[in-house]
């Protein structure tokens, strides 16, 4: 749930920890068309554009790292309704992989925490980390 999608592929990832209460990102960026795409990821694998220009990873680094400094300067509450705002998952079916165990179920929400929360089979679970898809 850390994905962005771009015509419902996912073009970018993000993964956040916190780490003696500092915070490591790692953003990854699918900026080009690779010359071969795994089939497995055929349906799902997005990218930015065909042929990225001279000089344009700089400038998307920079854009990028201007606006993490801006989200980090805004009330939380605003980032937080901004990002459910833009989350395509909530109300769809998903799996999550974690600690080797896959959970099934429908997405209700962005909490508070950034956790999702989860409706697996009547019961609501929060994930704060795993590896999300949705489910056609």
């Known amino acids: 749930y850390n994905d962005i999608y771009l015509s419902d592929r996912k073009v970018?990832?993000?993964?956040?920890?916190?780490?003696?209460?500092h915070y490591l990102i790692g953003i990854g960026i699918n900026v080009e068309k690779p010359s071969s795409i795994p089939s497995e990821?055929?349906?799902?694998?997005g990218y930015i554009t065909e042929k990225a220009?001279?000089?344009?990873y700089e400038k998307i680094i920079s854009g990028v790292y201007d606006q993490l400094l801006s989200l980090?300067?805004?009330d939380p509450t605003n980032v937080h309704n901004e990002f459910s705002?833009?989350?395509?998952?909530?109300?769809?079916?998903i799996s999550i992989l974690k600690d080797g165990f896959e959970k099934v179920g429908t997405c209700l929400e962005i909490c508070q925490n950034f956790s999702l929360c989860v409706d697996v089979d009547g019961s609501v679970e929060k994930f704060d980390s795993g590896i999300m898809s949705i489910l056609e």
């Open 53 to 56: 220009p001279l000089g344009s």
């Open 85 to 93: 705002k833009r989350c395509i998952h909530i109300g769809k079916r």
């Open 12 to 21: 970018a990832g993000i993964l956040c920890q916190n780490v003696r209460e």
């Open 72 to 74: 980090f300067c805004e």
């Open 41 to 45: 990821l055929s349906g799902r694998f």
